[in-house]
């Protein structure tokens, strides 16, 4: 006779614990995922469902993982309800997103650290370094809204203070305006001097407006504009000091050897007005 599991819901439930065996039944009164290492299939509590219960196999369950014995259920009891039992958002699987990615003009950027709240009109995934778990808006809800913090959250990457919360992005000026970034101008700094092949910001990202550039640099705390409306993406900006040759605002020529700094900043959305700035 197998040992008595302990309950999964004992315990701070900022992690997965072991809820049932191959071929043994779970109950769950939280998050429920079933699967082994990095592989899983999830499944939440549905509107009035006080537990999941389950045999974990493929009675009830996907055939995932083929032939693997190792295949075990586990629970947590993090769930996708915030303040006032109102949903936030939902999980779901890795590769939901996949399309996206591989279509272009899509990418990770960091939305929260860890005990922040990122505020996302897409999907998002919270977690560090190749271990994540991922979300999505409820189907009637423009964003999701997740808090990112191991209280709240299964522990994915345990002992790891580097955990945060990622918004993958569409990269076009429309969205990136939809979701709240805005440029904040900073000054006129130098870029680098003619004897130097580095520059101020390293990252060239075409030309274009200053939306353009906004959503060309997601993902770092400034762009610079130059010249013919050269875009220029950076975290620091006044390694060669500050200039006074920018000519920012003009329609066809900003100045060469300057940049018209920009910070990237995120505004509060209408649906989180509340909401702090994005994290870079």
């Not at 939306?211 to 504009?225: I, N, R, V």
Request: hydrophobic share 30%.
């Amino acid at each position: 006779r197998q040992p008595r599991l302990p309950s999964p819901w004992q315990g701070n439930g900022t992690a997965w614990h072991l809820c049932a065996r191959h071929h043994d039944e779970c109950v769950c009164p939280g998050t429920l995922r079933w699967g082994s290492g990095t592989t899983w299939w999830m499944r939440e509590r549905k509107e009035g469902e006080r537990e999941i219960r389950v045999r974990c196999d493929t009675s009830d369950l996907p055939d995932i993982l083929a032939a693997d014995e190792s295949k075990h259920c586990e629970c947590s009891r993090a769930t996708t309800t915030g303040a006032g039992g109102k949903a936030k958002f939902r999980i779901v699987e890795g590769g939901a997103f996949e399309a996206l990615r591989a279509s272009g003009g899509h990418k990770w950027v960091k939305c929260a650290g860890q005990w922040h709240t990122c505020t996302c009109p897409g999907y998002v995934r919270w977690g560090n370094a190749g271990r994540w778990m991922h979300f999505a808006p409820k189907a009637s809800a423009p964003e999701a809204i997740v808090p990112c913090r191991v209280d709240m959250l299964p522990d994915v990457a345990l002992g790891d203070n580097g955990k945060h919360c990622e918004c993958l992005v569409n990269t076009t000026p429309a969205f990136v305006a939809r979701a709240g970034w805005r440029p904040r101008y900073v000054g006129c700094y130098s870029d680098a001097p003619e004897a130097s092949s580095e520059r101020a910001m390293p990252k060239f990202a075409g030309r274009g407006t200053l939306e353009d550039c906004t959503a060309s640099c997601l993902g770092y705390k400034y762009f610079g504009h130059q010249s013919d409306l050269q875009c220029w993406c950076g975290n620091s900006y006044d390694r060669f000091g500050a200039s006074h040759t920018c000519r920012c605002g003009d329609a066809s020529d900003l100045g060469a050897g300057a940049n018209c700094v920009y910070k990237i900043e995120r505004e509060a959305t209408k649906a989180n007005k509340t909401k702090a700035k994005v994290v870079q």
